[in-house]
């Protein structure tokens, strides 16, 4: 009893040095056991860090223009048949030789969307009904045949979805995947901040903490030694995408040979930017390096400047599709990522103890983006697809990338209609 008076009083201390005392505002209401859990919350939060974060994300990234360059990519569309055929012949030994992995990117929070539960579990309304994981485990299985071998898929959750996830893959017994090459790992959490500045309730006893990003990836394999699992396997490749793109191709010989051919260890696939005066970041070399920027750093003569083929060389953006060699993947593991900061829904709980849902984004999240990562080399595999093929992501139900348009292409894609 005394140690837990100790405990309130230090808890107490700590969030007065940061201004939060608000977080204890119901400790007296609270059950034992309750109290337990939020005094250890407090001090396991690390407040110097997420308020540096905070104040470093008020300051605007500045890049002087000179720093930026062109990265060179592929068109797939501007290939040869025969060329395609070598390249992807290249790719396919490896994969048939066991040497490639597949890593889903699923701790995200999904708060576009709205829907209850892992956004893996989300169905598609397909005949018959599939959830986003499964049509990733499809892919998978086809590739399997194809290649007479066992492809390995790692899925990153995160603490808020990593129970159900988990519940969800047994319930679907797997999809009929050997249940042995499929691992979960969780990546960490940071608390978000609202508009005054304070860090939120989510439960009178819980301060909320969300997934700090997709590029904790690197971090949480290492942490839960996924890269060390995966050299016992003697992985060499290891694709990541995300969980909501119904149509993207996972298992790609075409990227992966051309990588090899030109030696590069990191590769990710790209779209073209059809309207110049969208706010998608696009591929460029900041510093020598590769990234992916905000279009705002350029002027308007290079958004719309293009190289002697006439190919545009501003105009190439994420789609969320990256391939790392395990050596590459050893190397960012051990590096800081950049921290950015979102501005998203999230439900908490209120002055008087209510649980409330925004209607409008609420709170600032910060998080450390995956394709941060390819500064940490001096060039990338870039390769431009077809949207049609291989980009229909399920994001909300209000803007072009609704579960209806994505159904619609995957329907057109294999041919279902
Ligand atoms: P999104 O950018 O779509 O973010 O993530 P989100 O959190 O899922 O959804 P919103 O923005 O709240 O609506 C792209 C991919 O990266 C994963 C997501 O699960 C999705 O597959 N991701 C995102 C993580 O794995 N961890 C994160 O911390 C964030």
């Known amino acids: 009893m005394v ?12 969030l007065a040095n940061y201004k939060q005392e608000h977080l204890l505002a119901f400790y007296d ?48 569309n501007q290939l040869s048949k025969p060329e395609i055929i070598s390249y ?20 995200g929070q999904g708060t576009r969307l709205g829907y209850k539960g892992p956004k893996g579990t989300f169905e598609l309304d397909i005949v018959p009904k599939k959830s986003l994981f499964e049509i990733l485990c499809d892919r998978l ?35 009929g995947y050997p249940k042995e090459y499929i691992s979960f790992f969780q990546q960490a959490e940071l608390p978000l901040i609202d508009v005054s500045g304070n860090l939120i309730l989510e439960e009178t006893y819980k301060i909320k903490e969300a997934s700090n990003g997709n ?59 059809k309207d110049v005066n969208d706010k998608d970041w696009v591929f460029a070399k900041k510093n020598g390096k590769p990234s992916i920027m905000n279009s705002c750093h350029l002027t308007d003569t ?26 590459a993947l050893e190397k960012v593991a051990d590096s800081a990522l950049p921290y950015h900061r979102a501005f998203k829904k999230n439900t908490f709980v209120n002055e008087e103890g209510m649980k409330q849902v925004p209607e409008d984004p609420n709170t600032f999240k910060f998080e450390t983006f995956i394709f941060d990562a ?44």
Do not use: C
Not at 46 to 73: G, N, Q, T, V, W
Not at 221 to 237: S, T
């Open 374 to 417: 390819f500064s940490f080399f001096d060039s990338i595999e870039l390769l431009r697809v077809e949207r049609e093929e291989e980009f229909a992501p399920i994001k909300d139900f209000t803007s072009i990338y609704n579960p209806e348009s994505a159904k619609e292409l995957y329907e057109r894609k294999y041919r279902l209609k």
């Open 29 to 76: 209401e609270l059950n034992e056991e309750e109290k337990q859990l939020l005094i250890n919350q407090i001090f396991q939060i690390d407040f110097e860090e997420i308020f540096r974060l905070y104040e470093a994300s008020k300051i605007d990234e500045m890049i002087p223009h000179h720093k930026i360059e062109p990265l060179p990519y592929l068109v797939k």
């Open 3 to 14: 140690n837990m008076l100790q405990n309130y009083e230090q808890a107490k201390a700590l």
């Open 302 to 327: 290079m958004k719309i400047a293009k190289n002697e083929e006439g190919n545009y060389l501003y105009r190439e953006i994420n789609m969320l599709a990256h391939l790392f060699h395990i050596s």
């Open 88 to 107: 992807q012949s290249i790719g396919k030994k490896v994969i048939s030789s066991g040497k490639y992995a597949v890593v889903t990117l699923a701790g």
């Open 141 to 175: 299985k086809e590739a399997n045949e194809t290649y007479h071998t066992t492809i390995p898929w790692y899925i990153m959750t995160s603490h808020s979805n990593d129970q159900l996830t988990k519940e969800f893959f047994k319930e679907k017994k797997y999809f």
């Open 215 to 273: 590029g904790d990836v690197f971090a949480s394999m290492k942490r839960h030694r996924i890269l060390q699992n995966m050299k016992q396997k003697q992985i060499e490749w290891v694709f990541f995408s995300g969980v909501d793109n119904v149509t993207l191709e996972i298992v790609d010989p075409l990227l992966l040979g051309l990588t090899l051919l030109h030696k590069n260890l990191v590769a990710s696939k790209s779209l073209f930017k």
